[in-house]
C-alpha cells in the first residue's frame, strides 16, 4: 500500500501561516483507530478512504483532501487528515470520537523549540507585557471584564516584521511625559540644532527647545502633570526589552514630547495647532493628538499643513457614545493623512462603556477609520519610575496605538504616502469582530473598517516595498495573505495595468471562480467572499499569468 503525497504542498503553505495565527493547523486532525476498526477497514489512502461507511461520509462532507499515515504503517493506526477548508477542529474532533471508531481525535498542535521562540512571534521580555493585552491577548488577564483571546492587534506577529526605524519621529501632542522615566527617557527626541544655552539657536522663536515643548506654558520642559500624556507616550515608545515595566509599540523610533494639555485635562487651539507645526516643521513623520474640540479655521489650517509636509496624523474619536464629530478627528473626512480613531474592549466590541463612567463610549460616526484596543490600558506613570498599577480608558488610548502600527507601516516602506498608510491600516483591519448589532460586514460607522490589525499592515506594505522586490520586479503583482475581510488586496507597481482575468481554483483543481476586471496601478481591492480555506488564484492577461496561493481566513 502506498502512502499519498497529493497535496503536500497545501500541507506545508497552511502550515506556514498556521504558525503565525494559531496553536494548531486549523486544516488538520489527527486520529487513531482502535485496534477492531483497523482490523475491519479497507484503507485505501490514494482513494482517500477508509473503507468504513460512516467515517468515509463524514470524511466527504468536511473535504477531506488527503490520508496521510503517522508512524510505521500499519502499527500506530494513526492518520493525518487533512481538509480543504480550515475548521473547528475542537469541534470536528468530537464529531469523530461520536463515531465510536477512535481511541483518539485531536488537533494537529504546534509546538516550539526550547531555545526559542515560536516562529513568526516576538514576545519582549518586559515585566509588565502580561498586562498588555492590547498588543498581545492569549486570554489569561484578569479584571478587565470579559476578554477574547486575540481580541489584539497582533503586535508579536508584527514585530517578527519591523520594530522601528531609528530615524523616524513620532510626536506626541498631549500632556507631556514624565521627561526621566528610565523606561522611556532614551527615545525622547533631540533638537540637535538647538543647545542648553538660553539662546534661540535654531532662529524657530522658542528658547531651548532640546527636547520638545511645553505650549501650555510656554517653556522647554514638557513635564507630564496630569499622566495622560505620559500612558500615550509609553503606549508608542516604553522601552522594549528591557526587562522593566511596559513595551512600546514601535521599539526605536524617536518621541517628540510636545505638551498642550494641563493638569485641568484641557487644551487651546491655539497650543493645539502650535504642536502640529512645531511637528511637522522639525521632522515627525507620524503626530498622535488624544484631544478633541470643535471644528476650527485655525486647526483645520494646522491639519492641512500637515497633510502638505507629509506627516500621518491620528486622533482620536473622544468618549462620549455618542456620533457628535469631534476635531481633529473628523478632519479624516477630509484630509486623507487623518487617522480617526475609536476603542475596543477586551471582548473586541466597541468600547461602551470604559471602566470610569458607566454613560460614557467610544463615539462613532461616518469619518471613523479604524478602531484599536483603549480600554483598561496599563502603562507608564508619571509619579512613578517603578509603577506598573495605573491604567487608563479611552480612544486616547487607542490612537497612539494606531500611530504606532503607523510607525511600523512607514517603516516597512517610507516611500508610502500618508494617504496610503491610512488605505493599508483600513484594508488590513479585521471585520466583523465585535457586537453583530454594530459590526457589520464592511464599512459600519461604530468600529470603521475594523480594527487594526499590525502584522497584517506591515505585511501589507512590505508588498509595496520596491526596496524588497528590486526594479527588476516592479511588474509584477503582489498579494497580502492570508485574506480576511472578503477583500484580495493586490498591488500592481503600475507596469501592467488594463483588463485581466482571475480565476480562483479549489486546491483539489475544482473551479470556484472566475470573472474578468480592471487592474489600476497601486492597491486593488477584489471582492473575495469565499468560505475560509486555501485557493490558487491566477491573474492572466493575452500576454501575462502570474499564480498566487491564498489563504482565506
Not at 515585566?127 to 492569549?138: E, M
Amino acid at each position: 500500500m502506498r502512502t499519498t503525497i497529493t497535496f503536500l504542498f497545501l500541507i506545508v503553505f497552511h502550515a506556514a501561516f498556521s504558525q503565525q495565527t494559531s496553536r494548531f493547523v486549523e486544516n488538520h486532525l489527527i486520529v487513531k483507530l482502535t485496534e477492531y476498526q483497523y482490523a475491519q477497514s479497507e484503507i485505501n489512502l490514494d482513494a482517500k478512504k477508509f473503507g468504513i461507511t460512516s467515517l468515509d461520509a463524514l470524511n466527504e462532507t468536511l473535504g477531506i483532501v488527503s490520508i496521510d499515515q503517522i508512524g510505521q504503517y500499519p502499527k500506530t493506526h494513526t492518520f493525518l487528515l487533512v481538509f480543504q477548508n480550515n475548521q473547528a477542529v475542537g469541534a470536528i474532533a468530537g464529531q469523530y470520537k461520536n463515531l465510536g471508531l477512535f481511541e483518539y481525535a485531536e488537533p494537529d498542535y504546534i509546538a516550539q523549540g526550547g531555545g526559542q521562540k515560536v516562529a513568526g512571534e516576538i514576545i519582549p521580555n518586559d515585566t509588565r507585557f502580561n498586562k498588555q493585552w492590547g498588543l498581545y491577548n492569549d486570554g489569561t488577564m484578569t479584571g478587565i471584564g470579559t476578554v477574547a483571546i486575540d481580541s489584539d492587534v497582533d503586535m508579536e506577529l508584527a514585530w517578527d516584521i519591523q520594530t522601528g526605524d531609528p530615524n523616524m519621529v513620532i510626536a506626541v501632542s498631549d500632556s507631556g511625559l514624565k521627561m526621566n522615566h528610565p523606561d522611556i527617557a532614551a527615545r525622547i527626541w533631540t533638537n540637535t540644532a538647538e543647545t542648553l544655552n538660553g539662546v534661540d539657536d535654531d532662529g524657530n522663536g522658542l528658547i531651548d527647545d532640546v527636547n520638545g515643548w511645553d505650549y501650555r506654558n510656554n517653556d522647554n520642559n514638557p513635564t507630564d502633570d496630569l499622566g495622560h500624556g505620559t500612558n500615550v507616550a509609553g503606549i508608542i515608545g516604553a522601552i522594549s526589552n528591557n526587562n522593566s515595566l511596559f513595551t512600546g509599540a514601535n521599539w526605536n523610533s524617536k518621541v517628540m514630547v510636545l505638551k498642550v494639555l494641563g493638569a485641568d485635562n484641557s487644551a487651546t487651539t491655539a497650543n493645539m495647532a502650535s504642536s502640529v507645526y512645531y511637528a511637522a516643521d522639525h521632522g515627525a513623520k507620524v503626530f498622535s493628538m488624544s484631544i478633541g474640540g470643535g471644528a476650527t479655521a485655525t486647526m483645520q489650517n494646522a491639519v492641512a499643513y500637515a497633510d502638505t509636509h507629509n506627516m500621518i496624523f491620528v486622533a482620536c474619536m473622544m468618549n462620549f457614545n455618542n456620533n457628535v464629530a469631534y476635531y481633529p478627528a473628523a478632519y479624516s473626512a477630509t484630509y486623507d493623512n487623518v487617522i480617526a480613531v475609536g476603542s475596543t474592549n477586551p471582548d473586541d466590541h466597541r468600547t461602551a462603556p470604559f471602566f470610569w463612567d458607566a454613560s460614557s463610549g467610544s463615539n462613532y460616526g461616518t469619518h471613523l477609520n479604524v478602531v484599536a484596543p483603549g480600554n483598561y490600558i496599563y502603562g507608564l506613570s508619571n509619579t512613578s519610575d517603578t509603577s506598573s498599577s495605573s491604567y487608563w480608558g479611552g480612544t486616547s488610548q487607542a490612537t497612539p496605538l494606531v500611530a504606532g502600527i503607523a510607525s511600523l507601516v512607514l517603516a516597512i516602506n517610507p516611500e508610502l504616502s500618508p494617504s496610503q498608510v491610512r488605505t493599508i491600516i483600513e484594508n488590513t483591519a479585521q471585520d466583523q469582530v465585535g457586537d453583530p448589532a454594530e459590526d457589520i460586514a464592511g464599512y459600519d460607522q461604530y468600529m470603521g473598517y475594523g480594527r487594526a490589525n499590525a502584522f497584517a499592515a506591515v505585511q501589507a506594505a512590505q508588498l509595496l516595498s520596491t526596496h524588497q522586490f528590486g526594479t527588476d520586479q516592479a511588474q509584477e503583482f503582489q498579494i497580502v495573505n492570508p485574506e480576511r475581510n472578503g477583500k484580495l488586496q493586490l498591488f500592481s507597481k503600475g507596469q501592467f495595468p488594463g483588463n485581466y482575468e482571475m480565476v480562483v481554483n479549489a486546491m483539489d483543481g475544482k473551479l470556484v471562480q472566475s470573472k474578468t476586471m480592471d487592474i489600476k496601478a497601486g492597491m486593488n481591492g477584489i471582492d473575495f467572499n469565499l468560505p475560509k480555506g486555501n485557493y490558487i488564484v491566477t491573474l492572466k492577461s493575452s500576454s501575462y499569468s502570474k499564480i498566487f496561493k491564498v489563504l482565506k481566513e
